[in-house]
């Protein structure tokens, strides 16, 4: 059975959208989803689960978490060969010590993607945002607090995206792998 990438856009921080990963993954059982593994406390899990639309899987786990934990945010889900591709394709390869200075942005339909074309203006030097078909991708040199273009994520840009650190998209792809 296909293997899956879950993620929550905003949650687990600040004192909204609060999602106990324990419940997220009782959720995802509910909806028929097996080995199901959540990754650090923001909203990741790889499941397995006979699922034909992601777009639709995305829009079951959202109904769901609305209905069963009073939580309204954007789901993203990514199958294996998509996270494959995401990965190898990626146009920055940062050295392990600059893994948190590292973002992808990932979008459930490819035109949410097209939203970050307006913010290339934003992107710096030494930033970078390179957009694909498949994730956006934000390299911060000078971290992410002197970033111009990840602030500008959580505005109308962003209202369909969710950003992964480069560590947490490996960690991520490890678990599908080991599934």
């Not at 499941?47 to 034909?52: D, F, G």
């Not at 002197?146 to 490890?174: C, D």
Request: with cysteine; hydrophobic share 45%; glycine share 6%.
């Amino acid at each position: 059975m296909p293997r899956f990438v879950v993620l929550l856009r905003g949650v687990n921080v600040g004192k909204g959208n609060r999602v106990p990963m324990a419940a997220f993954k009782q959720l995802l059982e509910s909806l028929g989803c097996t080995q199901v593994r959540t990754l650090l406390n923001s909203g990741n899990a790889v499941v397995t689960a006979p699922v034909r639309s992601t777009a639709k899987f995305a829009q079951t786990i959202a109904d769901a978490l609305s209905a069963q934990l009073g939580v309204s945010t954007p789901v993203i889900v990514k199958s294996a060969a998509e996270v494959d591709r995401i990965v190898s394709e990626s146009p920055m390869a940062p050295a392990e010590s600059e893994h948190s200075r590292c973002l992808v942005i990932f979008a459930q339909a490819p035109e949410a993607l097209r939203l970050l074309d307006d913010l290339q203006p934003l992107a710096v030097l030494p930033e970078r945002l390179v957009v694909t078909d498949d994730a956006g991708y934000l390299e911060c040199p000078a971290g992410l607090l002197e970033s111009k273009v990840a602030p500008a994520l959580l505005g109308k840009a962003g209202r369909a995206l969710t950003t992964r650190n480069w560590a947490t998209v490996l960690k991520l792809r490890a678990l599908l792998d080991a599934g």
